[in-house]
Nanobody, 127 residues
């Protein structure tokens, strides 16, 4: 059974940093895309970032230059380093993994293309 377990969320002041981790178990995702989505209250779940099995990265425009996604295939883990956090980054952050090949941000940003999801971790940025 595949499980994705997020950690690292919390409360931080605007301008601060957090690092999220997502550890996968049940199968290897070393050759598959792993990424992050987020959902703020009253809003739809939106794409944040993904790192494909081939090493390509895609980011939402709203986080470019502030967030960095990385992965450790030996640990079957993906990370999201979030710097210069803003109150509008407040959301539940979900880890996601896919068995598909992503060749464009259009495909990568579509949550319907992800097979596996974590339970989410809350990130709150105070002003």
């Amino acid at each position: 059974q595949v499980q994705l377990a997020e950690s690292g969320g919390g409360l931080v002041q605007a301008g601060g940093s957090l690092r999220l981790s997502c550890a996968a178990s049940g199968r290897s995702f070393s050759a598959a895309p792993m990424g992050w989505f987020r959902q703020a209250p009253g809003k739809e779940r939106e794409f944040v970032a993904v790192k494909t099995g081939g090493g390509s990265t895609y980011y939402a425009d709203s986080v470019k230059g502030r967030f960095t996604i990385s992965r450790d295939n030996a640990k079957n883990t993906v990370y999201l380093q979030m710097n210069s956090l803003k109150p509008e980054d407040t959301a539940v952050y979900y880890c996601a993994a896919s068995t598909r090949v992503f060749l464009s941000i259009t495909t990568a940003a579509n949550r319907e293309n992800y097979n596996f999801w974590g339970q989410g971790t809350q990130v709150t940025v105070s002003s």
